[in-house]
């Protein structure tokens, strides 16, 4: 399944892809070529003077000899083989001249300046004369033309290879680049589209490990692996039709190397596959934690739990340790162990091979044809080499095709690019239950109403449902029973880009983007100008603060916003919801992290992004919420108070007991601090 979808992407771009194996294929034809070439060159060339020689009247590529001119008769079967026809012989290192034609398969051997032939049971004497070393270089000089020819094509092809893999790896990379910026693209596409549900239970360095290590996995399969198996199939392919050619007998032995090739892959994948899921699983555990702690590391020096995180780290590391060293002995078994014990297989059997052919002169090979087969012999291992070596990295990146397809087939809800016209932001929860797990309810029949304009306040100690009320809202998260309506419209009918559209949320904590402080209020939105970002953050009394930044808008903001204080952060967050002008505003605990002087100027800033709007606060400091319309106290998931401040505070209930609690006590109930302010 995982190699079919792969396969699926290389398809994409099968233009390109068919190029690079176009190119492959043509680069490894003239690997497989070189050998022959130099097999012909020998035996037709180089030892190709040793044979049969005519009188000829013609000089032009003639040898010249005692006064006659000699041409070599490639087909002793043709014409002009009846008067004049002479033998060139080598007996040892020597060579002779006989004026005579001798059978090639007869035995022979020189005796007192004669020939002695044994054939079929007769024995016959010739007259033979020994060649000078200057006399053997004429009959050479003929085949100077042919040798030059061939030794210049054999370069050729060594040149044309060279080029051919060069634009092979140059298609192949850009294939292999264009696959993953594609899947890059796909798996951070669909990050967009899950719900927070997914993120609660999936660390960030998880999900970062799967779209930046485990695509780089899947990239080395498009370059690496498939470049060295297609290389490896179409090598082995030329070389054994090359060995067919030159001997079917030898070349049916060698045969027997395919499936021991082929068994080693099926028992490579059976046990490697499990380490190499353990591998990238601690892999982005790691991951995990590193962001963890980079995020973190405040606290942790903060909290001297720097010995603790280092033996969780190392703990972590260890098992990814000893993964590794598992998978490499399998790896080590793989590689030159495996190669080197088929090679000399290999090798054992052309040597017995070719010792006992030897043994039969009219079967013995000749020279060009063994230095072709030792040739191919060489070439045939690289490519096996390669390919059991690559074993290790088609499994890692089968290994992280599943990770990632698994995170690419998560179900999601596809980013809508519908529009719906602003709404007023009349808010109704009509009897809601909801939890985050089967059978454990955080919200219980959450009923309320909140019209256009009024502002309603959330109260209630820490895990009363709160927040959960607000996720519900934006639909992060949908209602198990019950429904909550927008302007009369339930909300699970309008696509969750739309309905968020006119909506915005002011955090406890925001968070700012890299980037400047226009792009973290505008979002990079091109509707927001630089000018309505200007009047935004005038309007919530930002313009004072920041008149100290030397590029204005434009200063650069760190992620996290790091650089700046709480306060800053914070009035460029109500400076992006008022930018934005939404119907729904959510202000969660805005007031809490914030300096008393600068709480005064956030106060004002509420007050301008709340006009004319329906507004959600969830409250810690109960006195943030005593102008709201509608406060709702929340206790175990259950609306057990509602009301206005003045209501709350007569009814002398839960409200009035937080309410005095917090302006009497020197430590707040909810454990955010202490306001000491007189009401």
Known sequence: MTGRRLFRYALQLKKTLLSALLFLAIAVGCDVAAPFVAKTLIDRHIL?????????????GAAFFEGDYYRKVRDPEGKGMEEGAATLLQIGKSFYFVPDLIPPEAKKQVKDGRLVVQAEGTEKTYPAEKLTAKEMMGFYRPEFPAIALFILGYFALFALSGLFHFGEYYFLQKTANRIIQRMRNEAFEKIQTLPISYFDSSPAGKIVARITNDTEAIRTLYVTVLSNFVNGFITLSGIYAAMFFLDKKLAAMFLAVIPVVFLWMILYRKFASGYNRAIRSKNSEINAMLNESIQGMAIIQAFNREKRQEEEFEKLNDAHFRYRNKLLSINSLSSHNLTGLIRGIVLFAFIWYFGFQSMHLDAAVTVGTLYAFVDYINRLFYPIGNIVNQFANLDQAMVAG????????????????????RYRGNVRFEHVYFGYEDGKDILQDIDFEVRHGQTVALVGHTGSGKSSIVNLLFRFYDCKSGAIYVDGKDIRTIPRQALREHMAIVLQDPYLFKGTIYSNISLNDPRITKEDAARALKAVGGEGIFKHLSKGLDEPVNEKGSTLSAGERQLISFARALAFNPAILILDE????????????????????????????????????????????????????????EELMAKKGIYYQLYKLQHHSQGGWSGKGTDRRNP
């Not at 998560?410 to 690019?417: A, I, N, V, Y």
């Not at 329906?614 to 400091?621: G, M, P, Q, V």
């Open 48 to 60: 190709g003077v040793d044979g049969y020689w005519v009188k000829t009247d013609e000089r032009k």
């Open 402 to 421: 599943e990770r990632l397809f698994r995170l690419l087939d998560e179900k999601g809800e596809p980013l809508s690019d519908e529009r719906i016209p």
């Open 590 to 645: 805005a007031t809490s992290n914030i300096d008393t002087e600068t709480e005064a100027i956030i106060q004002r800033a509420m007050d301008v992004v709340k006009a004319g709007r329906t507004t959600f606060i969830i409250a810690h400091r109960l006195s943030t919420v005593k102008n709201a319309d509608l406060i709702l106290v929340l206790k175990r998931g259950r609306i057990v108070e509602r009301g206005n401040h």
